[in-house]
């Protein structure tokens, strides 16, 4: 069964910097798993931020940038903002049986 | 503006079905595929399935695969996942996603619940 695995939780300080990974249990993320990634807050709908590693959607604040970080698809804030706080997800597509699956998600709190 | 939106919330009783709608707007609904994605309380986004709008093909994850139908009517530019045999464990939000994953629709709540 394959997973994909993101950091429960993480913590920044207003204005700070950092980095979501998200891990196939299949091996190295490669830009052939097209990742992308979404924030959601609480009783929204996941919200689009980055699609195929690393491009915006046009409503994607400058801050947001993805990336390939040592054999994962990485997200990172850079000058986080207090309504940066929400969960993050990744989401990397396979093909085959099961073409698409989601990371577990990472809480993100600002402090 | 591309808009994704859902039928209201269920109620269902354990081995019921249950029947959610997506209706697209602000594109040429044909153009792109929908994929159903479920979210249980607390837990991460599950995929479901997928249907292309163009010629109604599915393809469905092996976990829901003798549950679920995903349907559509390109006539009313909507799509419908049925889900059938509910369990409690089904209680969840349903959402509905263009096949790029740039828009979603707003999330139906099913609570099943004897």
């Known amino acids: 069964q394959t997973v994909v695995t993101q950091e429960p939780s993480l913590t920044v300080s207003p204005g700070g910097t950092v980095t979501l990974t998200c891990a196939s249990s299949?091996?190295?993320?490669?830009?052939?798993?097209?990742p992308n990634w979404f924030q959601q807050k609480p009783g929204q709908a996941p919200r689009a931020l980055i699609y195929?590693?690393?491009n915006k959607h046009s409503w994607t604040p400058a801050r947001f940038s993805g990336s390939l970080l040592g054999g994962k698809a990485a997200l990172t804030l850079s000058g986080v903002q207090p309504e940066d706080e929400a969960d993050y997800y990744c989401?990397?597509?396979?093909?085959?049986?099961?073409?698409?699956?989601f990371g577990g998600g990472t809480k993100l709190t600002v402090l | 503006q591309v808009q994704l939106v859902q039928s209201g919330a269920e109620v269902k009783k354990p081995g019921a079905s249950v029947k959610v709608s997506c209706k697209a707007s602000?594109?040429?609904?044909?153009?792109?595929?929908l994929h159903w994605v479920r979210q249980a309380p607390g837990q991460r986004l599950e995929w479901m399935g997928w249907?292309?709008?163009?010629?109604?093909?599915?393809k469905y994850s092996q976990k829901f695969q003798d549950r679920v139908t995903i349907t559509r009517d390109t006539s009313a530019n909507t799509a419908y996942m049925e889900l059938n045999s509910l369990k409690s464990e089904d209680t969840a939000f349903y959402y509905c996603?263009?096949?790029?994953?740039?828009?979603w629709g707003q999330g139906t709540l099913v609570t099943v619940s004897s």
């Open positions: 996603a263009r096949s790029d994953f740039s828009y």
């Open positions: 602000g594109y040429t609904f044909t153009t792109y595929a």
């Open positions: 249907i292309k709008a163009d010629n109604g093909s599915t």
């Open positions: 299949t091996g190295a993320v490669t830009s052939d798993y097209y």
């Open positions: 195929s590693t690393n």
């Open positions: 989401l990397l597509y396979y093909g085959g049986a099961l073409p698409v699956v």
